[in-house]
């Protein structure tokens, strides 16, 4: 029998691995993992056990942390100056009921499986080996993207707070090299860095210390609250500055508006994903992690809400600036022009704790990926002594503040978005498929024909609601596919019996819950642009390859070593594809 590493042995050896591709491809991309496995013979490859030390408390600061950063100081303007108006307040109650769906299917998932993986591990024991991988990369490289426009954004941050220009005091320019990747901007490494060593050390300090910036930040949201409660008009709530240009009232824009802002503000609630990597690290993961999740959901969706109203009583929804609408609200004000300097101070400790959480979050993915054999294995390992993966987090911390030290923030953040959304919208498809579908046991035929005719009707009401002219017609067309959604829900429900009960904690409303999620990412996914969709279809082919040339093979050897292979199990013969 061929040894773990043979495909790779020699050259000799990799020409033949890769000659077998296709047929190794078809035993290995479909292999699902089982409960069992994750949490015990793969968890295992990681060495030494993560510490759990952490509570629901932690929980809720680290979501607190990873949702609210920078962000809602920029999405609030934009959202009620070109979409919503006054009414900004209802899109983000919108946004934040739908984000809570999505994560009560992240968090039914933690509960049931409580490892580091997130949602690579939630789709591996759901929909195999490959749609895991292909999503998890995609994740990976969001995040790192991400996490790089965020340190980049700090820079700017600091200087508002402070009064410095800081392309011209901090970066440094090199002309020799192309727009967008000529400014050097060594403060942006120097954080990521830090932040890097941080989660190395400890989690549970890394909490502490998130605990200590979300504290910060959430005192500065609130005196902004107070403050535009205090300096605020009634009247800008029903009242624009220029009537005879712009509607009036409380929706100027209609209920659509409330809508288009829903779906515009939705980012400002990413970053709870995050939290469900931790789950490996939790005292007790099925009473921690639902208070955990959902209540760091809740809590921001009320901060963001009286931050809408807020910002609307200070400006008329058509005065407001659609970048910096909070800053811009004091500038130009006698006496309070140092606000906006408190402002850029509270942001700054916001992407600190944005930045925390999600490389918290990236090193987890990547550590779980690593015991899958489907990335090189060091990447699994977690140190004895730290009880952190500290190979996944440098290693990431590395590339991180390699692509901070020259990209420029417009450029990163094109990359970023619609691999995070993509991953909201498997995972809501994957919770409904592993209540109705019992590998071996059950057809799951009609569950996957739910699941895509319901894809396929979210679909053609988003690209009805982007495309068609406003009148009767789009509103026809858009009441057709509501009542055609609603029927393949309903129809589903009754007729698909469910294949298992969750033991602790399961979405409420199966399968209503997690439809209305799946209808929620499509939706958003079909509002993004071109450039958005190019970049992901550039890094799925990546990750393809990748797997194809490398993982593939990695994955086949570490099954063939244990003597399994992906076949199902002529022993027990209860599970198909059963993976190591």
Same mark, same amino acid.
């Given at each position: 029998?061929?040894?773990?590493?043979?495909?790779?042995?020699?050259?000799?050896?990799?020409?033949?691995? #890769?000659?077998?591709?296709?047929?190794?491809?078809?035993?290995?991309? +479909?292999?699902?993992?089982?409960?069992?496995?994750?949490?015990?013979?793969?968890?295992? $490859?990681?060495?030494?056990?993560?510490? $759990?030390?952490?509570?629901?408390?932690? #929980?809720?600061? *680290?979501?607190?942390?990873?949702?609210?950063?920078?962000?809602?100081?920029?999405?609030?303007?934009?959202?009620?100056?070109?979409?919503?108006?006054?009414?900004? /307040? *209802?899109?983000?109650?919108?946004?934040?009921?739908?984000?809570?769906?999505?994560?009560?299917?992240?968090?039914?998932?933690?509960?049931?499986? @409580?490892?580091?993986?997130?949602?690579?591990?939630? *789709? $591996? /024991?759901?929909?195999?080996?490959?749609?895991?991988?292909?999503?998890?990369?995609?994740?990976?490289?969001e995040y790192v993207f991400s996490n790089a426009a965020v340190a980049r954004s700090f820079t700017s941050y600091l200087g508002t707070a402070i009064g410095v220009q800081a392309e011209v005091k901090w970066r440094i320019t090199v002309d020799g090299l192309p727009n967008g990747f000529n400014q050097i901007d *060594? #403060?942006?490494?120097?954080?990521?860095?830090?932040?890097? #060593?941080?989660?190395?050390?400890?989690?549970?300090?890394?909490?502490?210390?998130n605990m200590v910036l979300t504290a910060i930040h959430i005192a500065f949201?609130?005196?902004?609250?107070?403050?535009?409660?205090?300096?605020?008009?009634?009247?800008?709530?029903?009242?624009?500055?220029?009537?005879?240009?712009? =509607? +009036?009232?409380?929706?100027?824009?209609?209920?659509?508006?409330?809508?288009?802002? =829903?779906? %515009?503000?939705?980012?400002?609630?990413? +970053?709870y994903d995050a939290v469900s990597t931790m789950a490996e690290e939790v005292k007790d993961p099925k009473r921690d992690i639902p208070i955990g999740v959902s209540g760091s959901v809740v809590l921001v969706t009320v901060l963001y809400c009286f931050m809408a109203v807020s910002m609307s009583m200070l400006v008329p929804y058509d005065a407001m600036d659609p970048e910096s609408p909070f800053s811009a609200a004091f500038k130009g004000s006698d006496g309070w022009g140092w606000v906006s300097n408190v402002i850029g101070a509270g942001a700054s400790f916001g992407i600190l704790t944005s930045l925390l959480v999600s490389m918290l979050g990236q090193a987890r993915y990547l550590c779980v990926i690593g015991r899958s054999n489907v990335v090189p294995s060091f990447l699994a390992k977690v140190h004895p002594w730290t009880s952190t993966p500290v190979n996944s987090s440098a290693f990431l911390g590395v590339f991180t503040a390699a692509i901070a030290l020259f990209t420029d923030l417009e450029v990163l953040l094109n990359l970023v978005s619609i691999g995070t959304l993509f991953v909201f919208y498997m995972v809501a498809n994957a919770v409904v498929y592993r209540r109705y579908v019992s590998i071996g046991t059950t057809d799951p035929t009609p569950t996957i024909r739910f699941l895509a005719g319901f894809s396929a009707v979210s679909l053609a009401f988003t690209l009805v609601w982007r495309f068609t002219p406003s009148g009767v017609a789009k509103a026809v067309a858009m009441g057709g596919c509501a009542v055609v959604a609603v029927a393949v829900v309903e129809v589903?429900?009754?007729?698909? @019996?469910?294949? $298992?009960?969750?033991?602790? %904690? +399961?979405?409420?409303?199966? @399968? %209503?819950? @997690?439809?209305?999620?799946?209808?929620?990412?499509?939706?958003?996914?079909?509002s993004l642009d071109g450039p958005s969709y190019a970049r992901f279809g550039f890094f799925t082919a990546v990750a393809a390859v990748v797997y194809m040339l490398y993982s593939v093979h990695a994955s086949f050897d570490a099954a063939e070593e244990v003597g399994i292979g992906g076949k199902l199990g002529r022993s027990e013969g209860r599970f198909e594809n059963c993976e190591v």
């Open positions: 029998m061929e040894t773990s590493s043979s495909s790779f042995a020699s050259l000799r050896s990799y020409g033949r691995a #890769l000659r077998q591709t296709p047929a190794r491809f078809a035993r290995r991309a +479909g292999s699902v993992s089982t409960t069992h496995d994750e949490m015990s013979r793969t968890r295992a $490859r990681s060495g030494p056990d993560m510490a $759990r030390s952490l509570r629901w408390h932690d #929980l809720v600061g *680290l979501g607190l942390g990873g949702m609210v950063g920078a962000g809602v100081f920029v999405s609030t303007g934009r959202a009620a100056r070109c979409y919503a108006g006054p009414a900004i /307040v *209802l899109s983000y109650a919108v946004a934040g009921a739908c984000a809570l769906l999505s994560a009560f299917c992240y968090t039914e998932f933690a509960v049931d499986l @409580p490892v580091a993986g997130g949602a690579f591990s939630y *789709l $591996r /024991v759901t929909f195999g080996e490959f749609a895991a991988f292909l999503t998890g990369a995609n994740l990976v490289m *060594l #403060l942006a490494v120097f954080v990521v860095l830090l932040v890097s #060593l941080c989660i190395c050390y400890s989690t549970r300090e890394s909490s502490v210390l949201i609130v005196f902004v609250i107070v403050i535009g409660f205090w300096r605020g008009n009634r009247r800008n709530l029903v009242e624009p500055s220029d009537p005879m240009k712009n =509607a +009036g009232g409380f929706f100027p824009y209609g209920a659509s508006g409330v809508f288009k802002g =829903a779906a %515009w503000v939705y980012l400002s609630y990413i +970053g589903f429900r009754s007729r698909v @019996p469910q294949a $298992r009960k969750p033991e602790f %904690w +399961g979405v409420p409303l199966m @399968p %209503w819950t @997690p439809a209305v999620s799946v209808f929620m990412n499509v939706f958003l996914l079909g």
